[in-house]
Protein backbone atom coordinates (compact mmCIF):
# COMPACT_ATOMS: atom_id res chain seq x y z
CA UNK A 1 0.00 0.00 0.00
CA UNK A 2 1.53 3.34 -0.88
CA UNK A 3 1.13 5.96 1.77
CA UNK A 4 -0.05 9.04 1.17
CA UNK A 5 3.50 10.63 1.65
CA UNK A 6 4.88 9.35 -1.28
CA UNK A 7 2.20 10.79 -3.68
CA UNK A 8 2.14 14.62 -4.65
CA UNK A 9 -1.19 16.71 -4.23
CA UNK A 10 -2.23 19.16 -6.88
CA UNK A 11 -5.13 21.88 -6.71
CA UNK A 12 -6.71 21.75 -9.77
CA UNK A 13 -8.55 25.12 -8.53
CA UNK A 14 -5.31 26.78 -8.62
CA UNK A 15 -4.43 29.65 -11.59
CA UNK A 16 -6.55 29.14 -14.65
CA UNK A 17 -8.16 26.44 -12.87
CA UNK A 18 -9.17 24.24 -16.17
CA UNK A 19 -7.30 21.00 -18.02
CA UNK A 20 -4.06 21.82 -18.75
CA UNK A 21 -3.73 21.05 -14.66
CA UNK A 22 -4.89 17.63 -15.18
CA UNK A 23 -2.73 17.10 -18.40
CA UNK A 24 0.61 18.85 -17.10
CA UNK A 25 0.14 17.02 -13.39
CA UNK A 26 -0.35 13.40 -15.50
CA UNK A 27 2.23 13.87 -18.41
CA UNK A 28 5.12 14.73 -15.79
CA UNK A 29 3.82 12.13 -13.46
CA UNK A 30 4.56 8.98 -16.00
CA UNK A 31 7.74 10.74 -17.48
CA UNK A 32 8.87 11.09 -13.97
CA UNK A 33 7.34 8.11 -12.32
CA UNK A 34 5.90 10.19 -9.43
CA UNK A 35 2.53 9.52 -8.27
CA UNK A 36 -0.19 12.00 -8.09
CA UNK A 37 -3.40 13.18 -6.67
CA UNK A 38 -5.01 15.92 -8.32
CA UNK A 39 -7.94 18.01 -6.49
CA UNK A 40 -10.87 20.25 -7.60
CA UNK A 41 -10.34 19.05 -10.83
CA UNK A 42 -11.52 21.94 -13.48
CA UNK A 43 -12.67 24.26 -10.69
CA UNK A 44 -12.75 27.11 -12.31
CA UNK A 45 -15.21 25.57 -15.35
CA UNK A 46 -18.89 25.78 -15.73
CA UNK A 47 -19.29 22.03 -16.49
CA UNK A 48 -16.19 21.01 -13.59
CA UNK A 49 -14.54 17.61 -13.39
CA UNK A 50 -13.19 15.53 -16.19
CA UNK A 51 -15.07 15.56 -19.36
CA UNK A 52 -14.96 13.31 -22.36
CA UNK A 53 -11.54 14.89 -23.83
CA UNK A 54 -10.03 14.83 -20.54
CA UNK A 55 -10.89 11.26 -20.09
CA UNK A 56 -9.00 9.95 -23.06
CA UNK A 57 -6.08 12.25 -21.79
CA UNK A 58 -6.05 10.04 -18.74
CA UNK A 59 -6.56 6.95 -20.23
CA UNK A 60 -3.97 7.13 -22.69
CA UNK A 61 -1.36 8.41 -20.12
CA UNK A 62 -2.94 5.25 -17.66
CA UNK A 63 -2.12 2.96 -21.17
CA UNK A 64 1.33 4.70 -22.00
CA UNK A 65 2.65 4.25 -18.17
CA UNK A 66 0.54 1.16 -17.43
CA UNK A 67 -0.57 3.50 -14.21
CA UNK A 68 -2.94 2.65 -11.66
CA UNK A 69 -5.84 4.75 -11.66
CA UNK A 70 -8.84 5.80 -9.24
CA UNK A 71 -11.22 8.46 -10.19
CA UNK A 72 -11.47 8.42 -14.07
CA UNK A 73 -14.69 8.64 -14.69
CA UNK A 74 -16.78 11.48 -16.26
CA UNK A 75 -17.92 15.04 -13.56
CA UNK A 76 -14.93 13.23 -11.12
CA UNK A 77 -13.43 15.56 -9.46
CA UNK A 78 -10.41 13.99 -7.61
CA UNK A 79 -8.14 11.86 -9.69
CA UNK A 80 -4.94 9.37 -8.23
CA UNK A 81 -2.07 8.27 -10.64
CA UNK A 82 0.41 6.02 -9.81
CA UNK A 83 2.58 5.86 -12.78
CA UNK A 84 5.24 2.34 -13.99
CA UNK A 85 7.30 1.71 -16.66
CA UNK A 86 6.63 3.43 -20.53
CA UNK A 87 6.50 0.94 -22.69
CA UNK A 88 5.45 2.38 -26.13
CA UNK A 89 3.28 0.48 -28.98
CA UNK A 90 0.54 1.38 -30.93
CA UNK A 91 -2.27 1.89 -29.33
CA UNK A 92 -6.70 3.78 -30.48
CA UNK A 93 -8.92 5.78 -28.92
CA UNK A 94 -12.16 7.66 -29.22
CA UNK A 95 -13.46 10.55 -27.88
CA UNK A 96 -16.63 9.92 -28.42
CA UNK A 97 -17.66 13.85 -28.86
CA UNK A 98 -15.32 16.30 -30.52
CA UNK A 99 -13.34 16.87 -27.90
CA UNK A 100 -9.99 17.80 -28.92
CA UNK A 101 -7.58 15.71 -30.42
CA UNK A 102 -5.17 18.29 -30.19
CA UNK A 103 -4.95 18.32 -26.34
CA UNK A 104 -4.67 14.77 -25.94
CA UNK A 105 -1.60 15.18 -27.95
CA UNK A 106 -0.45 18.01 -26.14
CA UNK A 107 -0.61 15.73 -22.56
CA UNK A 108 0.50 12.20 -24.84
CA UNK A 109 3.48 13.21 -27.18
CA UNK A 110 6.21 13.75 -23.82
CA UNK A 111 5.47 10.61 -22.81
CA UNK A 112 5.77 9.09 -25.71
CA UNK A 113 9.23 10.63 -26.26
CA UNK A 114 10.26 8.31 -23.12
CA UNK A 115 9.02 5.65 -23.92
CA UNK A 116 11.40 2.06 -24.82
CA UNK A 117 9.69 1.72 -28.18
CA UNK A 118 8.30 4.04 -30.97
CA UNK A 119 4.53 5.03 -29.98
CA UNK A 120 2.25 5.26 -32.24
CA UNK A 121 -1.58 6.59 -31.28
CA UNK A 122 -4.56 6.42 -33.37
CA UNK A 123 -7.31 8.89 -32.09
CA UNK A 124 -11.36 9.83 -33.41
CA UNK A 125 -12.42 13.33 -32.03
CA UNK A 126 -12.39 16.98 -32.88
CA UNK A 127 -9.20 17.99 -34.99
CA UNK A 128 -10.28 21.89 -35.44
CA UNK A 129 -12.69 22.90 -31.88
CA UNK A 130 -12.16 26.29 -29.66
CA UNK A 131 -10.04 26.40 -26.47
CA UNK A 132 -7.42 23.99 -28.40
CA UNK A 133 -4.73 24.02 -30.89
CA UNK A 134 -5.74 23.08 -34.28
CA UNK A 135 -4.25 20.09 -35.60
CA UNK A 136 -2.51 22.25 -38.43
CA UNK A 137 -1.17 23.99 -35.60
CA UNK A 138 0.56 21.00 -34.29
CA UNK A 139 1.76 19.71 -38.17
CA UNK A 140 2.99 22.97 -38.90
CA UNK A 141 4.37 24.83 -35.57
CA UNK A 142 4.38 22.44 -32.30
CA UNK A 143 5.90 19.46 -34.24
CA UNK A 144 9.13 21.43 -36.20
CA UNK A 145 9.90 23.01 -32.40
CA UNK A 146 9.66 19.70 -30.65
CA UNK A 147 12.21 18.67 -33.67
CA UNK A 148 15.07 21.31 -33.01
CA UNK A 149 14.88 19.95 -29.06
CA UNK A 150 15.28 16.57 -30.46
CA UNK A 151 11.66 14.89 -30.65
CA UNK A 152 10.74 13.07 -33.76
CA UNK A 153 7.09 13.47 -33.94
CA UNK A 154 5.47 11.97 -37.03
CA UNK A 155 1.42 13.41 -37.59
CA UNK A 156 -0.86 12.12 -40.06
CA UNK A 157 -4.38 13.88 -40.42
CA UNK A 158 -6.74 11.67 -42.43
CA UNK A 159 -10.26 13.30 -41.39
CA UNK A 160 -11.04 16.64 -40.05
CA UNK A 161 -13.44 16.94 -37.17
CA UNK A 162 -15.20 20.03 -36.33
CA UNK A 163 -17.96 20.80 -33.15
CA UNK A 164 -21.05 19.36 -32.81
CA UNK A 165 -20.14 16.37 -34.77
CA UNK A 166 -16.32 15.60 -34.26
CA UNK A 167 -15.38 12.29 -36.13
CA UNK A 168 -11.50 13.51 -37.20
CA UNK A 169 -8.96 11.20 -37.79
CA UNK A 170 -5.09 11.35 -36.69
CA UNK A 171 -2.91 8.96 -36.27
CA UNK A 172 0.64 10.25 -34.58
CA UNK A 173 3.82 8.54 -33.79
CA UNK A 174 7.06 9.50 -31.79
CA UNK A 175 10.53 7.75 -31.89
CA UNK A 176 12.26 6.88 -28.27
CA UNK A 177 14.41 9.77 -27.72
CA UNK A 178 17.72 9.27 -29.01
CA UNK A 179 19.43 11.38 -26.06
CA UNK A 180 18.40 14.09 -23.65
CA UNK A 181 15.66 16.84 -24.67
CA UNK A 182 18.28 19.51 -25.72
CA UNK A 183 18.19 22.97 -24.06
CA UNK A 184 17.17 26.02 -26.55
CA UNK A 185 18.25 29.69 -26.11
CA UNK A 186 15.28 31.22 -28.07
CA UNK A 187 14.51 34.63 -26.62
CA UNK A 188 14.18 36.48 -30.46
CA UNK A 189 12.85 35.01 -33.31
CA UNK A 190 15.01 37.46 -35.94
CA UNK A 191 14.08 38.08 -39.12
CA UNK A 192 11.11 36.62 -40.80
CA UNK A 193 11.78 34.47 -43.55
CA UNK A 194 8.42 33.24 -45.11
CA UNK A 195 4.97 33.40 -43.95
CA UNK A 196 2.57 29.96 -44.68
CA UNK A 197 -0.71 29.39 -44.36
CA UNK A 198 -3.54 26.83 -44.66
CA UNK A 199 -7.20 27.91 -44.81
CA UNK A 200 -9.89 25.16 -44.96
CA UNK A 201 -13.37 24.34 -45.16
CA UNK A 202 -15.13 20.92 -45.49
CA UNK A 203 -19.16 20.71 -45.96
CA UNK A 204 -19.09 23.98 -46.85
CA UNK A 205 -18.20 26.33 -50.74
CA UNK A 206 -15.19 26.54 -51.43
CA UNK A 207 -15.42 30.46 -51.36
CA UNK A 208 -15.73 30.56 -47.67
CA UNK A 209 -11.23 29.06 -47.73
CA UNK A 210 -10.60 31.13 -50.16
CA UNK A 211 -11.94 34.35 -48.60
CA UNK A 212 -10.58 33.18 -45.06
CA UNK A 213 -7.18 33.41 -47.16
CA UNK A 214 -7.60 36.57 -48.88
CA UNK A 215 -8.83 38.49 -45.08
CA UNK A 216 -5.73 37.31 -43.48
CA UNK A 217 -3.05 37.80 -46.55
CA UNK A 218 -4.76 41.57 -46.79
CA UNK A 219 -4.09 42.42 -42.84
CA UNK A 220 -0.73 40.63 -43.18
CA UNK A 221 0.94 42.84 -46.18
CA UNK A 222 -0.66 46.11 -44.72
CA UNK A 223 0.69 45.09 -41.23
CA UNK A 224 4.29 45.63 -42.94
CA UNK A 225 4.77 42.01 -43.28
CA UNK A 226 6.15 40.04 -46.26
CA UNK A 227 3.24 38.61 -48.17
CA UNK A 228 2.24 35.07 -47.26
CA UNK A 229 1.40 31.82 -49.23
CA UNK A 230 -1.48 30.61 -48.02
CA UNK A 231 -2.98 26.93 -49.49
CA UNK A 232 -6.31 26.41 -49.89
CA UNK A 233 -8.14 22.65 -48.52
CA UNK A 234 -11.09 21.96 -49.87
CA UNK A 235 -13.28 19.11 -51.19
CA UNK A 236 -15.96 18.54 -54.10
CA UNK A 237 -19.49 17.00 -52.31
CA UNK A 238 -18.85 13.61 -53.45
CA UNK A 239 -15.27 13.46 -51.88
CA UNK A 240 -16.04 15.45 -48.56
CA UNK A 241 -15.99 12.43 -46.32
CA UNK A 242 -16.31 14.63 -43.10
CA UNK A 243 -19.06 14.37 -40.79
CA UNK A 244 -20.46 17.89 -40.37
CA UNK A 245 -19.16 21.60 -41.68
CA UNK A 246 -16.16 23.07 -40.41
CA UNK A 247 -13.83 25.94 -41.60
CA UNK A 248 -10.30 27.96 -40.14
CA UNK A 249 -7.39 28.55 -41.03
CA UNK A 250 -3.61 28.56 -39.20
CA UNK A 251 -0.34 30.79 -40.19
CA UNK A 252 2.78 30.29 -39.26
CA UNK A 253 5.88 32.45 -39.88
CA UNK A 254 9.15 31.03 -40.07
CA UNK A 255 11.87 32.85 -38.70
CA UNK A 256 15.58 32.96 -38.54
CA UNK A 257 15.51 31.50 -34.74
CA UNK A 258 11.96 30.18 -34.51
CA UNK A 259 8.44 29.89 -35.95
CA UNK A 260 5.43 31.18 -34.41
CA UNK A 261 1.96 30.21 -35.24
CA UNK A 262 -1.72 32.29 -35.72
CA UNK A 263 -4.95 30.81 -35.94
CA UNK A 264 -8.68 31.31 -35.59
CA UNK A 265 -11.89 29.04 -36.21
CA UNK A 266 -14.95 29.59 -38.24
CA UNK A 267 -18.19 29.27 -36.88
CA UNK A 268 -21.95 29.46 -37.71
CA UNK A 269 -22.97 33.40 -38.47
CA UNK A 270 -18.99 33.91 -38.26
CA UNK A 271 -17.71 36.08 -41.48
CA UNK A 272 -15.16 34.15 -43.67
CA UNK A 273 -13.40 37.82 -43.40
CA UNK A 274 -13.35 37.81 -39.77
CA UNK A 275 -11.71 33.91 -39.42
CA UNK A 276 -8.83 35.36 -41.87
CA UNK A 277 -8.33 38.67 -39.83
CA UNK A 278 -8.53 36.71 -36.26
CA UNK A 279 -5.66 34.49 -37.34
CA UNK A 280 -3.21 37.29 -39.02
CA UNK A 281 -4.12 39.82 -36.25
CA UNK A 282 -3.08 37.12 -33.44
CA UNK A 283 0.10 35.91 -35.51
CA UNK A 284 1.24 39.74 -36.42
CA UNK A 285 0.83 40.81 -32.40
CA UNK A 286 3.37 37.92 -31.60
CA UNK A 287 5.87 38.96 -34.54
CA UNK A 288 5.42 42.52 -33.22
CA UNK A 289 7.26 41.62 -29.77
CA UNK A 290 10.01 40.07 -31.47
CA UNK A 291 10.20 36.94 -29.05
CA UNK A 292 10.76 33.52 -30.16
CA UNK A 293 7.80 31.90 -29.29
CA UNK A 294 4.01 32.87 -29.99
CA UNK A 295 1.13 32.53 -27.55
CA UNK A 296 0.25 28.69 -27.67
CA UNK A 297 4.19 27.64 -27.73
CA UNK A 298 5.41 30.08 -25.10
CA UNK A 299 2.61 27.75 -22.96
CA UNK A 300 3.42 24.14 -24.33
CA UNK A 301 7.20 23.98 -24.24
CA UNK A 302 7.45 24.61 -20.63
CA UNK A 303 7.46 21.15 -19.34
CA UNK A 304 9.21 20.04 -21.95
CA UNK A 305 12.20 22.40 -21.44
CA UNK A 306 12.07 21.32 -17.60
CA UNK A 307 13.48 17.75 -18.52
CA UNK A 308 15.85 18.94 -21.14
CA UNK A 309 19.55 18.53 -20.29
CA UNK A 310 20.87 21.80 -19.56
CA UNK A 311 20.07 25.80 -19.21
CA UNK A 312 17.50 27.09 -21.82
CA UNK A 313 16.21 30.90 -21.81
CA UNK A 314 13.59 31.87 -23.84
CA UNK A 315 11.66 34.44 -25.00
CA UNK A 316 7.74 34.04 -25.12
CA UNK A 317 5.15 36.95 -27.25
CA UNK A 318 2.41 36.82 -23.80
CA UNK A 319 2.81 35.41 -20.65
CA UNK A 320 -0.72 34.15 -20.70
CA UNK A 321 -2.68 32.75 -17.78
CA UNK A 322 -2.63 29.06 -19.17
CA UNK A 323 1.57 29.43 -19.32
CA UNK A 324 2.09 30.79 -15.30
CA UNK A 325 -0.20 28.08 -14.42
CA UNK A 326 2.10 25.21 -15.66
CA UNK A 327 5.39 26.94 -14.18
CA UNK A 328 2.76 26.46 -10.91
CA UNK A 329 2.25 22.69 -12.01
CA UNK A 330 6.26 21.95 -13.10
CA UNK A 331 7.08 23.42 -9.46
CA UNK A 332 4.94 21.47 -7.51
CA UNK A 333 5.35 17.77 -9.79
CA UNK A 334 9.48 18.22 -9.61
CA UNK A 335 9.13 20.06 -5.89
CA UNK A 336 11.87 22.61 -6.77
CA UNK A 337 12.01 26.37 -8.51
CA UNK A 338 13.92 25.64 -11.84
CA UNK A 339 11.63 28.33 -13.63
CA UNK A 340 12.65 32.32 -13.54
CA UNK A 341 10.52 34.78 -15.55
CA UNK A 342 10.89 38.36 -16.23
CA UNK A 343 7.54 39.50 -17.33
CA UNK A 344 4.39 39.99 -16.11
CA UNK A 345 0.82 38.07 -17.17
CA UNK A 346 -0.89 39.37 -20.51
CA UNK A 347 3.06 41.11 -21.62
CA UNK A 348 5.84 39.34 -23.38
CA UNK A 349 8.56 37.55 -20.79
CA UNK A 350 11.84 35.82 -21.00
CA UNK A 351 12.16 32.52 -18.76
CA UNK A 352 15.27 30.65 -17.60
CA UNK A 353 14.71 27.25 -16.89
CA UNK A 354 16.78 24.57 -15.29
CA UNK A 355 16.72 21.59 -17.16
CA UNK A 356 16.48 18.32 -15.02
CA UNK A 357 18.89 16.12 -17.72
CA UNK A 358 16.12 13.15 -17.66
CA UNK A 359 18.29 10.18 -19.04
CA UNK A 360 15.99 9.09 -21.87
CA UNK A 361 14.74 4.95 -21.99
Not at 313 to 325: C, D, K, Q, R
Request: aromatic share 6%; glycine share 10%.
Amino acid sequence: MMSNNNVILIDGSMGEGGGQILRTALSLSAILRKPVKIVNIRAKRRNPGLQAQHLTSVKALAKLSNARVEGAYKGSTELLFIPKDIEGGTYSFNIGTAGSITLVMQATVPVMAFAKNRTCIRIVGGTDVSWSPPIDYMRFVYKEILRRIGINLEIKLFRRGHYPRGGGIVEYCVDPLSSYIRSVNMVERGRILSIRGLSHAVKLPKHVAERQAKAAREYIINSGCTSPEIDIEWYEPSRDKHLGPGSGIVLWAICENSILGGDSLGAKGKPAEKVGYEAALKLVEDLKTGMAFDRHMSDMIIPLLVLAKGKSVIGGSILTLHAYTNIMVVSRIIDANVIHVDGELNKPFKAEIEGLGLRPA
